[in-house]
């Protein structure tokens, strides 16, 4: 079935550092892909999304750009804040037509002042 | 509220004990998801309504789980019977359409439910 694999966090940063969060996925088909943030205290929020290969998702400073050569959506930013510290989930909406998504585990970012 | 509200925050039931759990989802929004984190872990997809019917139960873990929408709009996921492993963190969210292009899901705060 449908999965995603993300790096084992915690990352820890010092602000304005680069970020690089991987995620790879397995899906039949062409998956719609997303990045989700849930910051300390709130829900899941959508941080940026992908529906076909090649595309790049941005928001906020992040961008992730979906790879299916190498079956990716890494989410990257170029200089990480104090309000970034929050934890991340890389998702997928599969070949279901449903609209259902399968999250990675989760990876905790936390940045330092 | 604009948002995904999800009813009690937080719940502690005894071992065996019967637990609803309530969503209000953002008005006229026709899809809504129910899903299950466990600590540490991604949230895992429950159950999917498209208005009153629930068009893919395949993520509810056996028949103890149950779930309704009888208006299309809010939904109570039931437990009967719980177990100390139904322990987690209960995500309800909507989106306007739900299927497979991609619109966005908006997510509730959640309900932490603590089997004892």
């Known amino acids: 079935g449908d999965s995603v694999t993300q790096m084992e966090g915690p990352v820890t940063l010092s602000e304005e550092a680069f970020l690089t969060i991987n995620c790879t996925y397995t899906?039949?088909?062409?998956?719609?892909l997303f990045w989700y943030v849930q910051y300390p205290g709130e829900g899941l929020q959508l941080l940026l999304k992908?529906?076909?290969?090649?595309d790049k998702g941005s928001n906020k400073g992040f961008e992730a750009t979906y790879r299916k050569e190498t079956t990716s959506f890494h989410l990257e930013k170029g200089s990480v804040q104090v309000s970034d510290s929050a934890v991340y989930f890389c998702?997928?909406?599969?070949?279901?037509?449903?609209?259902?998504?399968?999250f990675g585990q989760g990876t905790t970012l936390q940045v330092k002042p | 509220g604009a948002g995904v509200s999800q009813t009690p925050s937080n719940k502690v039931t005894e071992k065996g004990k019967y637990v609803e759990l309530r969503c209000d989802p953002i008005?006229?929004?026709?899809?809504l998801y129910w899903y299950r984190q466990s600590l540490g872990q991604g949230p895992e997809f429950l159950i999917y309504?498209?208005?009153?019917?629930?068009?893919?139960d395949s993520g509810l873990p056996n028949d103890r789980f149950f779930a309704v929408r009888p208006e299309g709009s809010v939904s109570t996921l039931k437990i009967q019977r719980t177990e100390r492993g139904d322990s987690a963190v209960y995500l309800c969210?909507?989106?306007?359409?739900?299927?497979?292009?991609?619109?966005?899901?908006?997510f509730g705060q959640g309900t932490r439910l603590t089997v004892v």
């Open positions: 899906a039949t088909g062409y998956p719609s």
């Open positions: 992908a529906t076909k290969a090649d």
């Open positions: 008005s006229g929004h026709t899809a």
């Open positions: 309504f498209q208005g009153t019917g629930a068009a893919d």
């Open positions: 998702a997928l909406i599969g070949s279901s037509n449903t609209g259902k998504l399968i």
């Open positions: 969210a909507s989106s306007p359409r739900g299927g497979p292009v991609g619109t966005e899901a908006f």
